[in-house]
């Protein structure tokens, strides 16, 4: 093959082999008389294996690929440009330059332009990740609130598809009453998990069936709606419970100090940058939710880390 004809650097490997061993991915041992070295997967190492139980090997591939890789050389410049405008022009609108994100300018095009053309492998690698989050974050929102307390009530899922997350929980919580909503175009063709009741409607038309507590996974993402939407959404929600009802939202959230993050929290101050590069908007930081809920009528009784740096628990109770 190939792989066997092609040298191999000894020294140059040995040297890399022991540094990640050093970050804990290989453990290191000596097999004979002669002291030979010997390599071997980690219990941390064992997760990047692709096809296991928890495949964070598409995290990888994704993150480091060239596309992404060649990007982060471009951020300094995307900071502070090397190209200025008069200050006549930027006032009135004209000459004023647009700028280019580091993934175009380190590809030449868009993300959305890269994968969507013939770029097979990282289109694969990319979809590979999202699979990945999507799942970690389902288990996130299973085990990161005590649903059985909403035993008998009726929890209605807003945005919610074609019913995925609420058929998981109805399959751990039977008691509870599951309900998903969403356009009426998305649910209109779907078959409901077992368990769960769809609904289609509009929710800035007033279209929210009866419920006890709404939940929310990604739908009050920036890229889908400016404040005013945002803040009419959640004045909905509000307006469709009843006394001592609670919304219960599933997103991102930066801490307002950086210095004090740990775990997940610090983990998506990474993943937020990543965004960054590729134009996606900023995650919200702990005030800006609690700006949200007060504009909406509402408040944060608590937010709280999950296993999922991306999936935050927010829950917003009536002001």
């Not at 059985?148 to 995925?164: E, N, Q």
């Amino acid at each position: 093959s190939n792989l066997q004809r092609r040298k191999v650097n000894r020294d140059g490997l040995l040297r890399i082999m022991r540094l990640i061993v050093a970050e804990g991915v290989l453990v290191q041992s000596t097999a004979n008389s002669e002291q030979e070295i010997t390599f071997g997967l980690s219990a941390k190492g064992k997760l990047l294996r692709s096809g296991g139980q928890r495949d964070l090997a598409s995290v990888v591939l994704h993150w480091m690929e060239a596309p992404l890789w060649n990007a982060w050389a471009e951020l300094p410049n995307y900071i502070v440009g090397d190209c200025t405008v008069g200050q006549d022009a930027e006032e009135s609108g004209k000459g004023r330059v647009k700028d280019v994100l580091p993934f175009e300018k380190a590809n030449g095009m868009s993300s959305d332009e890269y994968y969507c053309q013939d770029n097979a492998e990282s289109l694969k690698n990319a979809n590979a990740f999202v699979r990945y989050i999507s799942n970690e974050e389902e288990k996130a929102v299973l085990s990161g609130y005590n649903w059985a307390k909403l035993s008998g009530k009726i929890l209605l899922d807003v945005g919610g598809h074609k019913g995925k997350v609420m058929g998981l929980i109805a399959s751990k919580y039977p008691e509870i009453k599951c309900r998903s909503f969403d356009l009426p175009e998305i649910v209109s063709s779907a078959t409901a998990p077992e368990g769960v009741e769809l609904f289609g409607g509009d929710i800035f038309q007033g279209d929210l069936p009866s419920c006890d507590v709404i939940f929310m996974k990604h739908f009050l993402d920036k890229v889908m709606w400016d404040e005013m939407q945002t803040i009419q959404i959640l004045s909905s929600c509000r307006d469709a419970l009843p006394d001592g009802g609670q919304v219960i939202i599933a997103e991102a959230v930066l801490p307002d100090d950086c210095s004090s993050a740990t775990g997940t929290n610090r983990l998506h101050l990474y993943i937020d940058v990543l965004f960054l590069l590729v134009g996606r908007e900023a995650a919200r930081t702990e005030s800006e939710w609690s700006d949200l809920a007060e504009k909406a009528g509402l408040r944060v009784d608590w937010i709280t880390a999950t296993s999922a740096p991306s999936c935050y628990i927010i829950v917003l109770s009536k002001a």
